[in-house]
C-alpha cells in the first residue's frame, strides 16, 4: 500500500454524512412507506457501512489482496443468508402466514 | 518495546510489507466477526420473517430517542477514532492522546446509555428469564424479539468493551511516546476494530429500532 494518509477534512465529510443519514433513516422510519420501509433502512444502512468501510477504514486506499478480504468475508456472509432463506422460507417449518 | 518497534522483523522484505501484512490480518479476522455476527443476523431475519406482528410490537417497545444517540455518539466515536490514526500518521503526539481519550469517553457514553436502556426494559419487565412479564398480543414471540435482541446488542456491547480496553492500551502507549509517523500500525489495526464496531451497530439500529415506528399511533 503506498502510504496515504487521508486528512481530518476528508474524514469530517464522511462523518458529516454519516450523521445526516442516520437523520434521514430515523426520520423516514416514522413515515409509512408500507414495505418499503425495511428496503429504505436497510438501503442506508449499507451506504452507511459502506462509507466506514472505504474511507474510515482505508479500503478505498487499500491493497487488491485486503479488498479480495473483504469481498469475500461479504460473499460468504451472503451464502449464509441465501442459503438459510430458501430453505427456511420454502418448508413452512416455521409458523409463516399462508404456509 | 517502544525501541524496537521500528525494527524490521526478519520474514518482511520493508517495513511497507510488514504494515500490509498486519492490515491483511486484521481483516482476515474482520472477516470471521462478519460471520459470528451474521449467524445472529441471520437468526433473526428468518424469525421475523415468520413473526413480523410480534417483532413490530416489540421493537416499539424499545426507546427511539436512546437508539438514535446511541447510534450518533458511536458514529462521533467512529470519527475521533480515525482523527486519532490520521494524528498518529502525522506524528502528533498529544492530538493522538486526546483523540483516544474522547474515542474511550464516547463509547463509555454509549455503554452508559444502552444499560440505562436495559435497565428500563428490565423494569417493564420485558428482559427474557430475569423479569418477563408481558401479556398483550403474541407474548412467546414478543419474548423471541427480546431474547435476540438482548443477544445482539450483549455481544456487540461485549465488543464494545473489549474496544474500550483496547483503546486504552493504546492511550498509554501513545503516551509514552512509542509510535511515529514512520511506526503506527497498532494505532491504525485497533481503530479498524474500532470502527468494525461501529459497524455493527449501523445494521442492528434500524433492525431493532425503526421497525415498526410507522405503525405506532
Partial sequence: MAEHIVTKKQYSFVFGALLLLTFVTTAVGMMDLGRLNVVVALVIAVIKAMLVVLFFMHIYWSTKLTRVVVVSGLAWLALLLWLTLTDVLSRGWLGFPGK | ?217
Fill in chain 2, 1 to 217: 518495546m517502544a525501541n524496537h518497534s521500528l525494527a524490521l522483523r526478519h520474514q518482511f522484505d520493508d517495513v511497507e510489507q510488514q504494515k500490509d501484512a498486519s492490515t491483511l490480518g486484521m481483516w482476515l479476522f474482520l472477516a470471521t466477526e462478519v460471520l459470528f455476527f451474521g449467524g445472529m443476523f441471520c437468526c433473526y431475519t428468518v424469525y421475523r420473517s415468520a413473526y413480523p406482528a410480534a417483532f413490530g410490537q416489540a421493537s416499539n417497545h424499545l426507546n427511539l430517542i436512546l437508539g438514535a444517540v446511541s447510534t450518533a455518539i458511536l458514529i462521533i466515536s467512529s470519527f475521533t477514532m480515525a482523527c486519532a490514526v490520521n494524528s498518529a500518521a502525522t506524528g502528533a503526539k498529544n492530538a493522538l492522546v486526546a483523540f483516544l481519550s474522547l474515542t474511550i469517553l464516547f463509547a463509555a457514553a454509549f455503554l452508559v446509555i444502552e444499560m440505562s436502556e436495559w435497565r428500563m426494559l428490565y423494569q417493564e419487565g420485558l428482559m427474557p428469564g430475569f423479569n418477563f412479564t408481558y401479556k398483550e398480543i403474541d407474548p412467546a414471540h414478543v419474548q423471541l424479539f427480546f431474547c435476540m435482541y438482548f443477544s445482539m446488542t450483549g455481544l456487540h456491547a461485549s465488543h464494545v468493551t473489549i474496544g474500550i480496553v483496547i483503546l486504552t492500551v493504546m492511550a498509554i502507549r501513545a503516551w509514552r511516546g512509542a509510535f511515529s509517523p514512520a511506526y503506527y500500525t497498532p494505532i491504525e489495526i485497533s481503530g479498524l476494530y474500532w470502527h468494525f464496531v461501529d459497524l455493527v451497530w449501523i445494521f442492528l439500529f434500524p433492525l431493532y429500532y425503526l421497525i415498526a415506528r410507522h405503525l405506532q399511533g
